[in-house]
């Protein structure tokens, strides 16, 4: 029998449920803490499991197994196989504080790294099954509308509690060690949870997917999430927010008249300008005193200048191969000039990171992995159809807003930010394709037939 595409079919029951555990997923790691704690890490790994059962189970009833042929996948892979190979030991250690036998492993801390490559496998298995199940334009705007309302309404409670319970979250968990805003223990994770939020409708209203009689939603819930941000105190959210802003304007400007350019422009500070005195006239001053405090401080978790520079150290010493992925806090105590008392686990910067702890291996993946994204979001961004094209510039936006961010902050370590960036990653790919549910609009109002999406390869068939 003949494989045929029928929108129908993909439908299954399996494949409802696992579109469903999708957005449950997105939802759940970003209200439970931002999935930092073991408990939380464990059942987010049981729901990417069932996931993958629940593709299995749909791949039979339909009697074809399809995968993704999108190469951004690859990281993630690649990633999770060197970590293993960072830990396999070769050899032992000699004796050392009376013991012996001590495995020598190209990792300062094998198990932190078989746990690393673990949760690369995770996000890599989330991300490859997220893109055979957004197979359809009904589904990108489902998700489209999660994203948009889960973000207003979380940023909604975001500044509520900052009023009512800046210190504790959901007025019971006190994070001791950080500054908490929204349900992460860190505000910079916030922020940059938040620009991805508010990245697909701004792009859409930039690139003017947004139907009149719905733009005044659209800019209320941008101006509640930028408030939201911005009332963080997070300085790396406030230049990626501004750095997305840029690009947006950029992207749906283009080759255009100079009068297009001033206007978004202009539109663009005048956003700007109202999320500042919303967030002036939210929480006063003192978010604007935060967000001007200096980069040097007395605590070592933010002295971001030492970190870096004992980071470098790690790098230049554990090159070519690295210290092992998620062992930077072990190979960091050796080279750090103060005191030692205070553990850092996190480089604040996960370029740094990705080098300390990868070396030249994680620095060809990182190359490679921006590379495809941003050839994807270039190729996705030129597409006809209008609001796949509004869709696709806010999610390029809001994965460079991230990027930039993560040249300040560990934000892509926090799992509920990796998880709404790989979301983003996600509907990228699904934007570039055809299909025959997408929304007749004036650019493209011959939309033919349906066509199978390009990205989906259906590997063999059989009789279920």
């Not at 210290?323 to 930077?328: I, K, M, N, T, V």
Request: proline share 4%; hydrophobic share 50%; glycine share 10%.
């Amino acid at each position: 029998m003949p494989l045929q595409f029928d929108l129908a079919d993909d439908m299954t029951w399996p494949n409802r449920i696992a579109f469903f555990l999708m957005i449950f997923v997105i939802v759940l790691t970003t209200v439970l803490y931002g999935t930092v704690h073991q408990p939380v890490l464990a059942l987010f790994y049981v729901a990417v499991a069932l996931m993958v059962v629940l593709w299995a189970a749909d791949a039979f009833r339909k009697g074809t197994i399809e995968l993704s042929s999108s190469k951004l996948q690859l990281p993630f892979y690649a990633a999770a196989a060197y970590g293993l190979v960072q830990a396999v030991p070769f050899g032992s250690i000699g004796e050392l504080a009376g013991l012996s036998g001590i495995p020598r492993t190209i990792s300062f801390d094998p198990y932190a790294t078989q746990m690393s490559a673990l949760h690369y496998l995770a996000l890599g298995l989330l991300f490859s099954v997220s893109l055979v199940l957004v197979n359809s334009a009904g589904r990108i705007r489902r998700l489209v509308i999660v994203i948009a309302i889960f973000g207003f309404v979380y940023a909604f409670f975001a500044i509520l509690q900052a009023v009512l319970s800046p210190g504790k979250i959901y007025g019971i968990y006190e994070a001791n060690s950080a500054q908490p805003f929204g349900s992460f223990v860190n505000r910079n994770n916030f922020a940059a949870y938040m620009e991805m939020t508010i990245a697909v409708p701004l792009g859409m209203l930039f690139s003017g997917s947004v139907a009149r009689d719905k733009r005044l939603l659209y800019i209320t819930g941008i101006a509640l999430m930028g408030v939201a941000l911005l009332l963080s105190g997070s300085r790396g959210g406030l230049i990626a927010l501004l750095a997305e802003v840029i690009l947006l304007v950029v992207l749906t400007t283009g080759a255009k008249s100079r009068t297009g350019l001033f206007i978004r422009s202009g539109l663009a500070a005048l956003l700007i300008i109202g999320i500042v005195i919303g967030s002036i006239f939210v929480g006063g001053e003192s978010t604007l005193t935060r967000i001007a405090e200096t980069t040097a401080s007395g605590d070592v978790t933010t002295d971001r200048s030492h970190i870096w520079s004992v980071t470098t150290q790690v790098i230049v010493n554990t090159m070519p191969l690295g210290a092992g992925l998620g062992a930077l806090g072990t190979a960091y105590t050796p080279f750090d000039t103060y005191s030692g008392l205070a553990r850092v686990e996190q480089a604040h910067n996960d370029y740094l990171q990705v080098a300390a702890d990868a070396g030249l291996v994680g620095i060809v993946i990182g190359l490679f992995f921006l590379l495809w994204l941003f050839r994807q979001g270039m190729r996705s961004a030129a597409v006809s159809n209008s609001y796949r094209r509004g869709v696709a510039v806010g999610a390029i936006a809001g994965c460079f807003a991230v990027l930039v961010h993560s040249i300040f902050d560990f934000v892509l370590h926090i799992t509920a930010v990796s998880v709404m960036f790989i979301t983003l990653m996600t509907l990228l790919v699904a934007c570039r394709q055809s299909y025959d549910d997408d929304i007749a609009d004036p650019v493209d109002p011959k939309r033919g037939n349906y066509h199978p999406p390009a990205n989906l390869t259906p590997i063999g068939n059989y009789k279920a």
